[in-house]
């Protein structure tokens, strides 16, 4: 099944950089070590996060302390995107523009959370309320988020066996074409 699922653009972009900076098993999608290699100063304070570049190279960002340990998870993954992907000052874009960047940072945190190279590494129980309960203990994420990830990657593989199958088709009439 593995060999019908297609990575998005973001995705593959998520998996190169966790590659990068060493990222390997679930245990390494923490606040502290990524923001340690990319050099990002993390701040718990009673505000909403955001995330700010200081100077070339040298970023800063603020957690809201309020939330629980697995929610300033993903809120940490959230501006991370926004730090490394996007640019300018959102008060200046156009609303459109600004709201392709949240949407941006909401898919990132699916492939951030829950890396499709550690997913596929691992032998997920057959039903679906089993492997969905697994996948959030393993990666300290909210079962929704766990559904989410298990929802896109069964919808990428039938997409990609379906494409499989259209191929086959236009084959077999390319070939019957050639033969009449």
């Known amino acids: ?11 593959k972009w998520t998996e190169d950089l ?18 340690e290699r990319l050099n990002i100063w993390i701040h718990y304070l009673d505000v909403r996060s955001k995330s700010i570049e200081a100077s070339a190279g ?8 309020r939330l629980p340990p697995e929610l300033q998870r993903l809120e940490f993954l959230h501006e991370l995107c926004h730090l490394l992907r ?12 600004t709201q392709a960047q949240e949407d941006e ?9 829950m ?17 969905v309960a697994e996948l ?13 990830r298990i929802d896109q990657i069964q919808r990428r593989i039938f997409q990609g066996q379906l494409m499989a199958v259209m191929e ?3 084959d077999r009439k390319l070939i019957h074409r050639h033969i009449r």
């Open 1 to 11: 099944m593995q060999s019908y699922y297609q990575m998005t653009a973001l995705e």
């Open 18 to 35: 966790y590659q990068r900076i060493g990222v390997r098993q679930p245990s390494d999608i923490s606040i502290e070590y990524i923001a």
């Open 58 to 65: 040298m970023y800063s960002m603020f957690i809201d302390n």
């Open 86 to 97: 996007h640019a300018g000052k959102h008060t200046l874009m156009p609303e459109q523009f």
């Open 105 to 113: 940072s909401e898919r990132f945190i699916l492939y951030a959370a």
């Open 115 to 131: 890396p499709y190279s550690m997913i596929s590494a691992r032998t997920l129980p057959e039903l679906r309320e089993d492997a």
């Open 136 to 148: 959030a203990s393993t990666f300290q994420v909210p079962v929704e988020l766990a559904l989410q």
């Open 168 to 170: 086959r088709n236009e």
